[in-house]
C-alpha cells in the first residue's frame, strides 16, 4: 500500500481510538464512589434456609420463628417464599424482635415489618415477598425471632423441615405479643427463607465465623433441640 495511504489510515485509527480510551480511563462519580465502596447499599444473608414443598396447612394462625444470624448490619428486611404454593399467600402483621426465652421476645426490640409500606403482602404462587428495609440493628451470631399471621388457608406450606429450632404455633393475630402463652411447637421453618441485612461499609473480618468441622456436628437423629443451632452455632 503507498505511504501516504497508510499514514492516513493511521491517522484516522488515532481519532476513533481516542474517545474509546477516554471512555475507559475516565470512570463516572458513581463508577468512582462504588470503587471506593463496592459494598455500599449491598444486602447480604445472614440467614437463609433452602425452600421445600408439601408442609402443614395454616388458617387464622400466627407462626413465631427463631434464626441465628451469622453477621451483623445496620437495617434488615425478610424475605418469604410461596415457591411450591398453588394459589396466592397472604401474609400480615409480621414482626422482628430480639428472641427471648421459648416463645418470648426482649421488650423493646419488636419492630413491624412492611411490604410496599402495607401490613399485609400477597405473594403470587411460585413467588417470593420481598419486605421493606427495617431500621433495625441486627446483631451478629444472635437469635432472632420472626412473626407473622395467615390469615386465610394457606394449603401445603412451603417450608423447611429440619429446621434444629423450635417454631411456635398459636390461634389468631398475636405476631406482636410479648410471647405466645399455649402454642403449638414444630421444628421446621414456614414461608421463610432469608434474613438480609445491609451495611455500609463491608464487615470486619472478625465478624465472620468459619464454617463448623464436619466432625463437630453429630448426626442429625442423635441430636436433641434445645434451641437455635444453625450455622454457625452447629
Known amino acids: 500500500m503507498p505511504h501516504h495511504l497508510l499514514r492516513r489510515l493511521a491517522a484516522a485509527t488515532a481519532v476513533l481510538a481516542a474517545p474509546a480510551l477516554a471512555l475507559t480511563t475516565t470512570p463516572t462519580a458513581p463508577a468512582r464512589a462504588a470503587a471506593a465502596n463496592p459494598t455500599s447499599g449491598y444486602w447480604t444473608g445472614t440467614w437463609a434456609t433452602a425452600p421445600q414443598g408439601g408442609g402443614d396447612t395454616f388458617s387464622g394462625q400466627t407462626i413465631r420463628q427463631v434464626v441465628h444470624t451469622s453477621i451483623s448490619g445496620g437495617s434488615a428486611r425478610l424475605q418469604l417464599s410461596n415457591a411450591f404454593g398453588s394459589a396466592p399467600l397472604a401474609i400480615s402483621d409480621v414482626h422482628i424482635a430480639q428472641a427471648g426465652s421459648g416463645s418470648a421476645i426482649v421488650g423493646g ?43 386465610g388457608n394457606t394449603g401445603p406450606s412451603t417450608f423447611h423441615q429440619f429446621s434444629m429450632s423450635t417454631s411456635y404455633v398459636a390461634g389468631g393475630d398475636v405476631s406482636g405479643a410479648a410471647s405466645l402463652s399455649g402454642a403449638q411447637t414444630q421444628n421446621s421453618f414456614y414461608f421463610l427463607s432469608s434474613l438480609d441485612v445491609q451495611n455500609p461499609t463491608r464487615p470486619a473480618r472478625s465478624s465472620r465465623s468459619a464454617p463448623p468441622s464436619p466432625t463437630a456436628t453429630p448426626p442429625v437423629s442423635t441430636r436433641t433441640i434445645a434451641g437455635p443451632t444453625s450455622w454457625p452455632r452447629a
Open 109 to 151: 426490640t419488636d419492630h413491624v415489618v412492611t411490604f410496599g409500606g402495607s401490613a399485609t403482602v400477597t405473594i403470587p404462587a411460585g413467588g417470593t415477598g420481598i419486605s421493606d428495609t427495617v431500621a433495625y440493628a441486627v446483631p451478629a451470631a444472635t437469635n432472632l425471632a420472626i412473626s407473622f399471621y395467615l390469615p
